[in-house]
């Protein structure tokens, strides 16, 4: 179950990338594009008739090269990536909403009912099955049943809780990678942007200082989007963050309300 889990998610973070790329892209083409090409050609017939012209800044100048597309593109695809982790997290704090091992105020569990606690546990749907409050359940009254021990109990679980937030940790390395690589891209953009105005510096020598202008905003353009992108993106991944270990945390303090507490062990285990 697990392997397919992954294989999923490697499916979906493709689909995502080739989605973003496909509608970005498109979106580029007809709209960005053609209409930054517009607004600079008229900035530029504007300029020749009065040289005191000061051009406004558009959003689609802004926008227009490919760094700065490359951003966006990799910025839809983090947080298509965040929003289905999002989504699976909404769907396992619902299930801390439910009771799922049926106990009153009062009752107890020996450990040879263990077994029989586990049952509507197990009883759920596959998908719930593999969520962390399920196998914390599961694992906690596994353990019960053949230790007979309630430390062993809590131990139990405070490692498959440790081990889940490691999990959620690592799962997020390629959104940490988008997050390093959007400004990075941006760089680039700069750099790409400056050799380009120091190659056309004999132009401005002359009073043609067109090309160095278009340059220079190429480079201040991508890495300003750049960084706007990256902003975003980590205040997104950080509110994920806090989802993911709020989770955590909710398990733990369900499975010590609603199992550990009602744990007993007979009075002649306890001697023995």
């Given at each position: 179950?697990?392997?397919?889990?992954?294989?999923?998610?490697?499916?979906?973070?493709?689909?995502?990338?080739?989605?973003?790329?496909?509608?970005?892209?498109?979106?580029y083409?007809?709209v960005?594009?053609?209409n930054?090409?517009?607004?600079?050609?008229?900035?530029?017939?504007?300029q020749?008739?009065d040289?005191?012209?000061?051009?406004?800044?558009?959003?689609?100048v802004?926008?227009?090269?490919?760094?700065?597309e490359?951003?966006?593109?990799?910025?839809?695809w983090?947080?298509?990536?965040?929003?289905l982790k999002?989504?699976?997290?909404?769907?396992?704090?619902?299930?801390?909403?439910?009771?799922?091992?049926?106990?009153?105020?009062?009752?107890?569990?020996?450990?040879?009912?263990?077994?029989?606690?586990a049952?509507?546990v197990?009883?759920?749907?596959?998908?719930?099955?593999?969520f962390?409050?399920?196998?914390a359940?599961?694992?906690?009254?596994?353990r019960?049943?053949?230790?007979?021990s309630?430390?062993?109990?809590?131990?139990?679980?405070?490692?498959l809780?440790?081990?889940?937030?490691?999990?959620?940790?690592?799962?997020?390395?390629?959104?940490?990678?988008?997050?390093?690589?959007?400004?990075?891209?941006?760089?680039?953009?700069?750099v790409?942007?400056?050799?380009e105005?120091?190659?056309q510096?004999?132009r401005?020598?002359?009073g043609?200082i067109?090309?160095?202008t278009?340059?220079?905003?190429?480079?201040f353009?991508?890495?300003?989007i750049?960084?706007v992108?990256s902003i975003?993106?980590?205040?997104?991944?950080?509110?994920?963050?806090?989802?993911?270990?709020r989770?955590v945390l909710?398990?733990?303090?369900?499975?010590?309300d609603?199992?550990?507490?009602h744990?007993?062990?007979?009075e002649?285990?306890d001697?023995?």
């Amino acid at each position: 179950m697990k392997q397919q889990g992954i294989i999923s998610d490697f499916i979906f973070q493709v689909f995502a990338l080739i989605i973003s790329v496909i509608v970005v892209h498109a979106v580029y083409v007809a709209v960005i594009r053609p209409n930054a090409d517009s607004i600079m050609e008229q900035q530029l017939i504007l300029q020749e008739a009065d040289p005191e012209y000061v051009a406004e800044r558009s959003l689609y100048v802004v926008m227009r090269d490919y760094e700065q597309e490359t951003c966006i593109i990799l910025m839809f695809w983090a947080m298509s990536i965040i929003g289905l982790k999002i989504y699976r997290n909404r769907n396992e704090n619902r299930l801390l909403q439910r009771s799922l091992l049926t106990l009153s105020e009062g009752m107890s569990i020996l450990p040879e009912d263990a077994r029989d606690y586990a049952r509507p546990v197990q009883a759920l749907p596959p998908e719930e099955r593999e969520f962390l409050l399920p196998r914390a359940l599961l694992a906690a009254l596994h353990r019960f049943g053949s230790t007979r021990s309630i430390p062993d109990v809590a131990s139990v679980i405070r490692d498959l809780c440790t081990n889940e937030s490691d999990r959620l940790e690592s799962e997020l390395t390629i959104v940490r990678y988008i997050a390093w690589a959007i400004p990075s891209i941006g760089f680039l953009g700069t750099v790409r942007g400056i050799g380009e105005a120091l190659g056309q510096a004999h132009r401005a020598v002359s009073g043609d200082i067109v090309g160095v202008t278009v340059s220079l905003g190429v480079a201040f353009n991508s890495t300003f989007i750049a960084l706007v992108v990256s902003i975003l993106i980590m205040f997104i991944l950080y509110q994920l963050q806090l989802l993911q270990d709020r989770l955590v945390l909710d398990t733990q303090n369900y499975c010590d309300d609603n199992l550990i507490r009602h744990l007993q062990v007979p009075e002649k285990d306890d001697h023995a």
